[in-house]
């Protein structure tokens, strides 16, 4: 290594070392969070290991020895956390476990050996071999259910992949429904944008500079400062209503706030910006001698465009259409705060898992999927203009 | 109709992108507690609101703090980065400048939950420098990229006339080199800041109220009790994004027209 390379490493070296440390560390952590399984042989390392050499067949419960290892899992093992964790973690593979678990920790101490007998007296879904099944099932370190389930996939107990009850499958929706937003808020900013753009690409520098003002101030408002905005405009007695009724063209206020409308119109205004100022430098620097040219030739106006304009100015617009798609796919506050639970996308359950119901397995997953879904833009992207990056160049 | 029609259809775009944020201006010196138009009387009560609540006063607090560390940190890792990225072609480069556009990339949601999950094993989620470690992270790219363009106009052969002349490295530096990139420095500074002080998704994550920044602020107060001083809190955030457009702008400005004059070589 010669000095000059050392010296650039050495610059490099801090913020380098703080974005391995404080953020690709902590993705890697949250990406293996998709795949880890502690629950179950944490709190019942008996009765896995007893279970390991019993194989189900539909209908018979296991021999006597894994009654035992459960009840010296209950008696012995501690009863708070991890016994709480791992009854949550089997209510998600099936809903019902939850309450099996913790009736046979409540009468643990209570029955008397043979517990093959005993238990399922107390506890009747304890006689036959299902719910020993799935604790079979779920006591390796690692797993794929969570990914599985957050394509509403799930495993039975004969251990064939197949899809979740019509009520729980909401995952595959969510990410249709994140895309079709996504692509709809793409479609809207370039509708709107790209004649603005053009627009503004044909004033003169001094009224171009004072027209681009109007576009850099919403670009340096807070996002949650414009979702804000249109919070309050769109309010039941909020100012648009008011004007609506005031002029009489509608009897009742129209229900804006909380719906898919109040979605696309929010996120339009909050990403228009990123789509008008890649577009506008590029139309600056194309200006209009190509169209002159086209129409010296002859060329109607329309096959000006057409023809000429549009190829021209299209690697623009495919650059500002992903910048928009890719922002919009992560997009989280503006739902969040102005759409109505079926307007939420991926970001939302993301949020969701994490701080409310706290399974990090899924989200985890749908973290991961979000990922995959991202980068594989990128490399769509990639693919289609080869010179147009989103990182860093130097 | 291109005559008239592009205008006009640009002009509503225009209105629509900046309406919205002029309108919370009147209804935030509202005298009535509903939020609508026309306000029927205008009085300073909400700012008063504002000025003499602890929690928005905290919160406004946090935020510079956050704000103006993060500003300096990233504003220094940044560009030492971006001229080590500049003086020389080392091997792995690619890989190092993959690695630090990546925060740019990944969704804020996924940073969040991983910061969050990541420092509160650390025990730094719920303070104060957890949110300025992340901020930083995410504002540093940018950082890099404003003084990375800046150096670009850069010319090396005046920092080896320096150093062949016997200039120690860090005086060369500071005496040479940071005043022709100054804009860029400056500009990715105020961004970053900027990218601070309107940072949320992180910020839901791994603050408790102690910590609470203006967005986390208005965010709570958005779903939990809609108080119009959330108005008056949106106003003062506007302005300050107004001076923080204002200063790049200058900066802009400034770099543009040290360019275009033939003062150097």
Not at chain 1, 370 to 392: D, H, R, V, W
């Amino acid at each position: 290594m010669n000095g000059k390379s050392k010296m650039s490493w050495l610059l490099v070296a801090p913020l380098l070392i703080l974005v391995c440390v404080g953020f690709i560390i902590p993705i890697g952590y949250t990406l293996i969070k998709a795949i880890k399984n502690p629950e179950i042989t944490a709190a019942l390392p008996r009765t896995t290991s007893a279970l390991e050499n019993w194989e189900w067949d539909g209908k018979s419960p296991p021999p006597e020895a894994v009654y035992e290892a459960l009840i010296a899992d209950i008696e012995q093992g501690d009863r708070g956390r991890n016994y709480g964790s791992m009854t949550r973690r089997l209510n998600f593979e099936q809903s019902g476990s939850r309450s099996i678990m913790m009736k046979a920790r409540r009468i643990a101490d209570k029955i008397e050996a043979p517990y093959a007998v005993s238990l399922p007296e107390a506890v009747p879904e304890f006689g036959d071999g299902d719910i020993w099944q799935l604790i079979k099932q779920n006591s390796n370190p690692y797993t794929a259910r969570y990914l599985l389930r957050a394509m509403d996939l799930t495993v039975t107990l004969d251990g064939s992949i197949e899809r979740v009850a019509s009520d729980q499958a909401i995952f595959v929706d969510l990410f249709k429904r994140t895309f079709v937003i996504s692509i709809w808020v793409t479609v809207l900013c370039v509708f709107l944008g790209y004649p603005t753009a053009f627009w503004m690409s044909t004033l003169s520098d001094r009224a171009a500079g004072y027209v681009m003002l109007l576009v850099l101030i919403p670009f340096w408002t807070s996002i949650l400062v414009r979702t804000t905005a249109w919070f309050i405009l769109l309010q039941r007695e909020g100012p648009i209503n008011a004007a609506l009724l005031g002029t009489g063209l509608v009897d009742e206020p129209l229900r804006m706030i909380f719906t898919r409308f109040a979605v696309y119109i929010a996120m339009v205004h909050v990403l228009l910006p990123f789509f008008i100022l890649p577009i506008y430098s590029v139309m600056k620097r194309l200006g209009m001698e190509y169209v002159k040219a086209a129409a010296s030739l002859g060329a109607p106006p329309w096959r000006q465009f057409v023809t000429v304009y549009l190829p021209l100015s299209m690697p623009g617009v495919a650059a500002g259409a992903v910048i928009v798609f890719m922002l919009s796919v992560g997009f989280y506050i503006t739902p969040a705060l102005v759409g109505g639970l079926q307007d939420q996308m991926v970001s939302y359950y993301i949020a969701f898992y994490a701080n409310q119901t706290i399974n990090l397995g899924m989200a985890s997953s749908l973290a991961v999927l979000l990922l995959l879904f991202t980068a594989a833009t990128i490399a769509i992207a990639k693919k289609l203009l080869p010179e147009t990056g989103s990182g860093i160049r130097a | 109709m291109m005559r008239f029609g592009l205008p006009i259809f640009s002009g509503l775009v225009l209105f629509f992108l900046v309406s919205p944020i002029f309108v919370i201006f009147p209804l935030s010196l509202s005298s009535s507690s509903v939020l609508t138009l026309p306000v029927p009387g205008y009085s300073l009560q909400w700012y008063e609101d504002f000025f003499f609540s602890e929690r928005w006063l905290l919160a406004t607090r946090n935020s510079f703090i956050v704000g103006f560390a993060t500003m300096f940190i990233a504003g220094l890792l940044g560009t030492m980065a971006a001229f080590g990225l500049h003086a020389s072609e080392f091997r792995g480069k690619k890989l190092v400048l993959g690695a630090m556009s990546l925060p740019m990339v990944v969704p804020l949601i996924v940073t969040a939950t991983s910061m969050f999950l990541a420092f509160s094993i650390v025990g730094i989620a719920n303070s104060l420098w957890g949110l300025i470690v992340a901020h930083t992270i995410i504002a540093a790219p940018y950082v890099v990229i404003t003084v990375l363009a800046s150096l670009q106009t850069f010319d090396m052969n005046l920092l080896r006339a320096a150093l062949s002349l016997g200039a120690p490295p860090v005086t060369a530096f500071r005496e040479i080199v940071l005043p022709m990139i100054m804009p860029g420095v400056i500009a990715g500074a105020i961004f970053a800041f900027a990218t601070s002080f309107d940072e949320l998704v992180i910020a839901i994550f791994i603050t408790g109220p102690g910590q609470f920044t203006l967005p986390r602020q208005m965010f709570a107060g958005l779903r939990e009790f809609m108080s119009p001083t959330i108005s008056a809190a949106a106003v003062i955030m506007v302005v300050l994004s107004f001076v923080f457009l204002f200063i790049t702008e200058a900066v802009r400005r400034r770099g543009e027209r040290l360019k275009s004059s033939p003062a150097e070589h």
